[in-house]
């Protein structure tokens, strides 16, 4: 595992410190410059990025890395952190690690001579992500629902990734689980896990005998006339990114109780959620080895 | 099974919709009155007492039946329910259910020639009540914790009904689960579930090691000295009735995050509670037979 | 923890071996006689009880301690231990522990100063044991049912500590489980773990449903009409002790695969068994502290 | 869903009946030939496939449809099928479907004018295995192993279709489930379902740790030098097809306790291995629809 590389961590949330301690956990010298940095005395605050000028191995960046291409998105932080700021404070060669890296921002690290690489596309980190978006769905199922999880009857839209990881928990809690798919291998491992199936094609006829509905699936499944279809007192939750899977606007109409759940893992678990980042890290930096243009 | 009774459901909460609903069902006809009724047309909502005199077989008040031993507890209603008007709809000999009734209150009903029952000690419906506040406590958990309740530690402090719940679900989620108690039985059916144990005299070396402890024992388990070893990220739901079993006051000048989660089950299920009582009380029935005073 | 015992363990088979282990593991200094001592020269063989005469502290008898009360039942012994030359070998004093003790045992312990406890009426042993015997029920369902146990109905008689322990393994593999029972908190208890349930009066109409029945009750619920109503492709298996809850003469004639499984623990895990054992008696040592007339 | 059609059931054993069952009670017309049929008066039994002359849509060849290219595998049968005898009983234009059809098989039938399909190589048939597969490698380690899987260590090499299914069962019997893969995504489910993680090229040193192993990879991986750091009370199942995952002759010179469990699932769950051959054999006519050769 590569260890002791300098390490600045700048921008973002509250889940860059715990991020920020995972690195350092690890065995790094992790800066931090642009957040909250809270109850973390042994993580080092650098007071401007002139202190640490060609000294840094890895330059971290938030999830959301910036929003105009030109200055590091840090809504903590009192004031702007330019990315040619950021890029002077590292050496030469050396490796950018972020989220939603625009073809800009590669394009400008690139020029810069160095490695650019967006964890946030890494499967590893979307998988693990998972856990906290499927407790946040269970969690407001919970809250939301006029009855309890066990006993329910929930229909999971979609077997991704999302789909899988809330289908094992709501059946934890002893809800009847229904699976909505296209294809038999996701029916086939739905029986292996004890959910239930059904096809896509045929979901119609069924909307009406479930007490939740979570979709997973980005696209307008649940449009106007299958909203229709849905009984008034069932809870539909979307965990679908942009544009989701909902008709919010119909379902309002309808009188449904729809919850759109974005960015659930960094609300309802941000310790974790940064831990996943400084995982995925982790795993970028070992693969490129030392030299990252390898 | 016992059916076709007149049965009057007084004052109360949303819950009692659930609970007319649930009586209705199962064959019998449910007068109401005092409270709320939502989304149920077929339920027979009276407009005066009166117009049921001496008609019911079976009157059902509310868990807290009564405030002050004089009228039935209405906070949905705009006036007052004296009991004796709520007597006065009984057919003679008939039978009361109630929740929380105080001995003055069974001493009336009995003076009356009627048969009461307090549902509310039951243990069917205290061991059934322990599933919604199981869940309330998880969404506690997901919500107020930082990191996922998978992969955290948690400490179950007790091993009754509700102790039981919340392992199950706990663990259902992946976290790592340790029961503290008295008893060598109850350890080993904590080995036989899959959690860990402690004693409960040892768990001072221990209380440091947790990201959440749940309490469920109605006794000042967690004093300032133990408090005092609990670390400052972790999260304390206490379940406990009155008078709980956490010394809240030091736990806020520790700092430490203590929630003090009081009747879940309304709360987060009110359908399900209600459904709850109401099968409760047809258990009591069929116990009762046609001759309450059998 | 007591500790620094001298202990003899006496008689009995291969669970033996992994009682002694785990005493030796636990402080003690374990002398071993009467029976296959393998693969654990760690432990002190004694060549003859002569050697250690008024040595020890506590002496271990097997499960069936004693089949005459004169001797130690110790089958894989060639020879014969009289239980006045085991008792020869005791400190004054001093404490054994055995299962099965005879009226007559424990008087001739107690006539020689000895106090004596069988560990096998303990009930952490008996809900420990649990775990063998229902993973040895399924294993046994497994391979005597023609379908996978995930999906099919089941059927669990019973709901005391072998009930709990099977229905938590089936459920674990998605088989669709009932319990039969008798009281309400039963269900209750059901319903919370997420078994169905099924009142033991009304079961007639349902044993054709299932294609497994699992009998935990060592009473003849089973009898010659009840077993008429079972499928012919049903297995039926019988964890209750003798007589057993099954007329399998009945069941031969009418063509019923049913297996009687006794003594699982000791059959598909000695090691486990043996451990158990052990735990058991460091829990019975500890009780009773440095003196066991205390 | 197709209905209605001829289907012709022919060699194999047991697992034919329960075949030839399910896809009757589907809605078809289903005739037998050339295998043992037990217990199913109401197939209809052909006794010379000259009664059937051009009469078959579909033609339902067992798991190893041929040895020889020639005949049929049949060996319940007294005599010879040979494949010109089965193809002589098909309409023209109509469809096989067989296990492990050669390149001579597939030829053949497309040279009469018929379309023929695997069901063996299909997935969901693949993946639907596994349940059997993993509950028979389950028993194999409650009957083989001296402990409980319940508190045992168990590695699983490979997160494959049948790693995931070994690791789901083995885990909810309480077992300590690593799980042994290449990849960083394996490790990411494998957290989500509460499994340890075992990189392969570090696994040496944790051999040594388990009770259990069980292989899934159909590669060389327990090697002589591997085999050598697992301990002698540890169990070995290998479930990989040949030419398995275990240098057995290294195991047994080791004194190793290794079960190569091939074809578990004809072995432990014959009617439910029917069944999912007969669900296969039902998508693949709904997906060819009326015409084969569509």
Chains 1, 2, 3, 4 share one sequence.
Not at 52 to 65: A, G, H, Q, R, Y
Not at 104 to 129: A, M, P, Q, W
Request: aromatic content about 8%; charged content about 25%.
């Amino acid at each position: 595992m590569i260890k002791n590389k300098n390490i600045l961590v700048l921008g973002g949330d509250s889940r860059q410190t715990f991020l920020a301690k995972r690195l350092k956990d690890k065995g790094h010298d992790v800066y931090c410059f642009g957040f909250n940095l809270f109850e973390n005395s042994e993580l080092k605050k650098v007071s401007s990025l002139k202190e640490i000028k060609e000294k840094i191995d890895v330059l971290v960046l938030p999830i959301i890395s910036s929003n105009d291409d030109k200055t590091v998105n840090a809504p903590f932080y009192d004031g702007e952190i330019t990315l040619s700021d950021a890029i002077s404070t590292m050496k030469p060669h050396s490796i950018v690690v972020g989220g939603n890296l625009s073809k800009n921002l590669r394009t400008l690290f690139f020029e810069h001579g160095h490695f650019s690489v967006d964890y946030y596309i890494r499967d590893e980190l979307k998988i693990k992500n998972c856990i906290p978006t499927a407790e946040g769905a269970l969690s407001i199922a919970i809250e939301e629902m006029p009855c309890t999880v066990a006993g329910s009857k929930a229909l999971i839209i979609g077997f991704g990734r999302v789909g899988k990881a809330c289908a094992k928990l709501f059946k934890a809690l002893e809800s009847d689980v229904s699976i909505c798919a296209r294809n038999l291998n996701a029916f086939a491992w739905a029986e292996l896990y004890g959910y239930k199936s059904l096809e896509i094609d045929k979901i119609d006829n069924w909307l009406s005998k479930f007490d939740l509905i979570v979709n997973t699936v980005p696209a307008k499944i649940l449009d106007k006339e299958k909203l229709s279809k849905i009984n008034k007192n069932t809870l539909v939750i979307d965990l679908a990114s942009k544009p989701g899977g909902v008709d919010f606007d119909n379902a309002r109409q309808l009188g449904l109780k729809t919850i759109w759940a974005l960015s659930l893992p960094g609300k309802v678990a941000p310790v974790t959620s940064g831990q996943i980042i400084a995982d995925t890290i982790l795993n970028i930096l070992d693969e490129r080895g030392d030299d990252p243009w390898q």
